[in-house]
């Protein structure tokens, strides 16, 4: 008896050593996701990690293969605020995606991933390929921030996609939806707090009580070009002809304003009781239409993919919304014609094209839920932006 028990205590490590060894590592299972998938993995999507892997770390593995780091960096974002401090990013992808991930995965995400459970995974991203998309939302303080993805990447392609193809090709989205009868937004600029233009995250964190911020209009150098108009003060009068613009009353009450259907904003006392309004185009919809006036903005604007940023209602809440763009991993971006597309997709009845490209950016909560698209990766600087406020808070004086 004695002996047996001997040798079961001699023989237990070489059990747990010989189930460790079954585990695969990321360099193993490397070469089966790029199979699956089409294509090598550059190393800068990846997460370094040179143990063995668990059914969590190797579903990592192959959402930054398909290009949905960010999605992943987004919960991790969430996780910081204490409603959700206790959320796990992979287990909350798994909830959501479709295709839905295997359950022999999901249902053990702590155990360690084997050779057999290769097939099953691989399985599972060449139907990625074909279809795949994922979508979110958290509730704070009057406001909801929905975030949206689908597609997968492709490393070797352009930065904005494939126009020609154009099927699954991967878009990220973020947005927040208010009742501005119930939740104050107001225009910021940069010079409230001491700058000609400061990133959005920047205006957002100078101001007390903000829940949440976007980009605005267009602009030029620091000034904005269009009407521009807040807390009742006209920063700029000048009147950008054609231009279609949105503007809100002191009790929320809104208006999109059709350019076309306008001589000039800023002359027309109809409009006079806006405290707050911005200029910008085109509009992309109108009360439930597609708007197919080009407003007589650049063909490169309009019929490239690019970021974008809109403002839209969909009759009783009114949509900030950042469309991420030239990131053939992450997202490609939108032409027009697609953002119009997505619009009515997200539930806008009306909606209107604000600036996009490099100054598209939408924060909430004290992070930034968008992707900057400039070659250094660093968030534009601008001369105003939109920020949402909590109960009795307002923008600095």
């Not at 960096?73 to 287990?91: F, H």
């Not at 100054?359 to 992070?367: A, D, I, K, Q, V």
Request: proline share 5%; aromatic share 8%.
């Amino acid at each position: 008896m004695q002996f047996c028990i001997l040798m079961l205590l001699f023989l237990a490590p070489l059990f747990i050593f010989s189930g460790a060894a079954f585990a695969l590592t990321k360099d193993e299972l490397l070469p089966h996701i790029s199979k699956s998938l089409g294509y090598s993995v550059p190393k800068k999507y990846l997460t370094d990690n040179d143990g063995d892997l668990t059914n969590s770390l190797a579903v990592r593995l192959a959402l930054e293969s398909m290009g949905w780091g960010f999605v992943i960096t987004v919960y991790d974002q969430i996780a910081i605020l204490p409603e959700w401090c206790e959320i796990d990013p992979i287990t909350e992808i798994s909830k959501k995606i479709s295709p839905p991930l295997p359950a022999s995965i999901t249902n053990c995400l702590d155990q360690p991933f084997a050779k057999e459970d290769i097939k099953t995974l691989t399985d599972w991203l060449v139907l990625c390929k074909k279809k795949v998309s994922w979508k979110a939302s958290f509730v704070s303080e009057g406001s909801v921030l929905t975030v949206f993805k689908h597609g997968i990447g492709d490393p070797s392609g352009p930065a904005n996609g494939d126009l020609a193809k154009g099927v699954n090709e991967p878009l990220f989205a973020a947005m927040i939806t208010v009742d501005m009868k119930k939740t104050s937004c107001q225009i910021a600029t940069a010079v409230m707090i001491g700058a000609q233009k400061a990133p959005l995250a920047t205006i957002a964190v100078e101001n007390y009580g903000v829940i949440g911020g976007i980009n605005g209009g267009y602009f030029a150098g620091a000034k904005p070009i269009g009407v521009l108009r807040r807390q009742g003060h006209t920063d700029n009068a000048k009147f950008w002809p054609q231009r279609s613009a949105f503007g809100w009353d002191s009790e929320g009450n809104t208006i999109f304003i059709d350019g076309k259907e306008i001589a000039n904003i800023s002359s027309d006392k109809r409009f006079d009781k806006y405290t707050e309004m911005l200029q910008a185009g085109p509009l992309l919809m109108k009360n439930g239409e597609v708007s197919d006036n080009t407003e007589k903005i650049q063909d490169n604007v309009l019929n490239m993919r690019h970021p974008r940023t809109i403002v839209g209602t969909d009759g009783k809440q009114v949509m900030w919304a950042v469309i991420d763009g030239r990131d053939n991993m992450h997202s490609v971006g939108t032409t027009i014609e697609e953002t119009k597309k997505v619009c009515k997709w997200l539930g806008m009845s009306t909606a209107l094209n604000l600036d996009g490209g490099g100054s598209s950016s939408l924060w909430w909560r004290g992070n930034t839920f968008s992707l900057p698209s400039n070659s250094n990766d660093v968030e534009r600087p601008i001369p105003y932006g939109v920020l949402i406020f909590q109960e009795g808070s307002g923008v600095r004086q």
